[in-house]
């Protein structure tokens, strides 16, 4: 390549530094520049997160790559480039695994013997990703430039700082940010909460945290069961000032009511049988950081008046004891259950319900964040590749049809448990452990819920080393055809009633609507 047809490809990036658009279409573009410039079938942009790396941006990846997380102690190749001075090519017939294996559009099997490249990517002189170029010829990065690959690592980096200034990131003061070193220190192992998703409803619910996170109100956070309601608390806490110190957690519901209070406010020695010593309750435990009470709505009338107190003043006693304490103590509360109807309904206390919603916060559930579904599954899958100790994990069309088409009623905790036991299911009865496994649509067990796959499925395919892929039929095509015969032979008994088919097929109706259009038939 010329060097003007370098500045060809670089001057529309620059002239996007100084327009205001989503951080997604930046990368995005960014990447689209890349690949056509640089000969390549894939390219990924991927910001280090703790001990990993998080795909920010992919460009000839599947989907589901965006909500993997690779931790760099089980990929050597990315840790290779984040350790790197500059840009760094792989021989082609590399040993080192590659952690886009499997993960290539367009590709079934593992991937062939290749070439690969790839930039660290320098924010402020510190390190803050890579820049990973990948190529099924093995010869078309040999003249190739590194100076080129160099040149859109430091317009990414570019990139990127022009998007933390515009989110207001890059004028954080110091304190906040020794904050944060400090509560991933005490955190030990423990990953700073995953919020994983790019719909617009999941972009709300980020935008909430960002706005309530930095303060001291108390939060109510709802949702169904299995949308994450934790981990919207724990990404809360991160975000307050509170972060350096203690999380506690609560169970409501787990407990018997005659230990509430003893759980909450702690009790003196001889408070009651088995009262051998003093304890601290969860209040005293949180003070100067933030209790979660989750299931908060299966606290008794009785409780919530004792915590109202508590909640007004900041004021407890220990079981047993007059002597008062002061903490200072952030609430947030979460429940599945109606409560403003529990109020209505003289179940729930109303002066309790509305101290704890100070700032009530909404959590979708999983049917309303369309392709979220894949980007959460690509993140579970990565888990079970590294746990069942696999060379990749990957879902093929049938599963992607199936998972978005199904209208999780157990949200992204049915989502997980689905995955770990779809691995399972495609290594079963398998002599050999291989490199790759596919999940298919009767893996995940979702055909009743509107894929209608498992009986066209293939078994899995894999691949090893030492063998040739598998050859199989196109079940795209198969399942396409046969989820098209199912809708129309349901809207057709039901008079183009949707919601009618919907029932009939165990289907959401609006996730109905979704796959018809896809399929090519008239939607509503």
Not at 11 to 22: A, G, H, K, W
Not at 81 to 105: N, T
Not at 454 to 483: G, K, M
Request: hydrophobic share 45%; net charge neutral; glycine share 8%.
């Amino acid at each position: 390549m010329t060097h003007t047809s370098l500045l060809q490809a670089l001057v529309p990036l620059v002239d996007d530094l100084s327009r205001d658009m989503p951080d997604a279409e930046r990368y995005r573009r960014l990447l689209q520049a890349v690949r056509s410039f640089l000969p390549c079938d894939a390219a990924a942009l991927l910001r280090l997160d703790g001990d990993g790396l998080v795909p920010l941006a992919v460009n000839g990846l599947s989907g589901d790559t965006l909500g993997r997380r690779f931790k760099l102690h089980e990929h050597p190749r990315l840790k290779l480039l984040m350790d790197a001075e500059g840009p760094l090519r792989f021989a082609p017939d590399s040993p080192l695994p590659d952690p886009y294996d499997g993960l290539v559009e367009g590709l079934l099997g593992h991937l062939p013997v290749h070439d690969c490249m790839g930039c660290p990517v320098l924010v402020g002189d510190k390190a803050w990703g890579v820049l990973t170029l990948d190529a099924l010829n093995t010869e078309r990065f040999s003249r190739v430039d590194l100076r080129d690959l160099q040149a859109f690592a430091s317009l990414a980096a570019a990139t990127v700082r022009v998007a933390q200034r515009i989110d207001g990131l890059a004028l954080r003061v110091e304190d906040e940010r020794q904050r944060a070193d400090t509560y991933r220190a005490l955190a030990l192992d423990a990953a700073l909460p995953t919020l994983i998703g790019h719909s617009p409803a999941h972009q709300q619910l980020l935008a909430e945290i960002a706005t309530v996170g930095n303060s001291d109100l108390t939060v109510l956070v709802t949702g169904e069961t299995g949308v994450g309601k934790e981990l919207v608390a724990q990404a809360l806490h991160a975000a307050s000032p509170r972060a350096s110190r203690p999380l506690i957690s609560l169970n409501c519901a787990a407990l018997p009511e005659s230990l509430v209070e003893s759980e909450l406010f702690g009790h003196v020695r001889g408070a009651f049988s088995g009262a051998v010593a003093d304890r601290r309750g969860k209040f005293e435990l949180a003070d100067g950081g933030t209790l979660f009470l989750d299931e908060v709505g299966e606290l008794s009338l009785a409780v919530q008046a004792t915590l109202l107190r508590v909640l007004q003043g900041g004021q407890l006693q220990r079981l047993g004891s007059d002597r008062e304490h002061k903490v200072n103590v952030r609430v947030i509360a979460a429940t599945n259950r109606d409560l403003a109807q529990a109020v209505r309904g003289g179940h729930y206390r109303a002066d309790f319900y509305h101290r704890l919603s100070v700032y009530p916060l909404h959590v979708p559930p999983l049917r309303e964040r369309g392709h979220d579904v894949l980007l959460l599954a690509g993140y579970f899958m990565e888990q079970n590749r590294s746990r069942l100790g696999l060379g990749s994990l990957r879902l093929d069309s049938s599963a992607r049809a199936a998972l978005l088409a199904h209208d999780w009623p157990g949200n992204v905790r049915e989502l997980e448990h689905l995955v770990a036991r779809g691995a399972l299911k495609a290594l079963s009865g398998l002599a050999v452990r291989p490199r790759i496994v596919s999940l298919t649509a009767a893996h995940v067990a979702l055909a009743a819920q509107g894929a209608a796959a498992s009986e066209l499925a293939a078994p899995v395919h894999v691949t090893s080393q030492d063998a040739s892929p598998v050859t199989s039929v196109d079940l795209r095509t198969s399942v396409d055809a046969h989820q098209r015969e199912r809708i129309e032979t349901s809207l057709v008994r039901h008079h183009h009633n949707w919601a009618s088919a919907a029932r009939e097929l165990g289907m959401h109706r609006a996730n109905l609507v979704r796959l018809a259009r896809r399929l090519g038939l008239r939607g509503e």
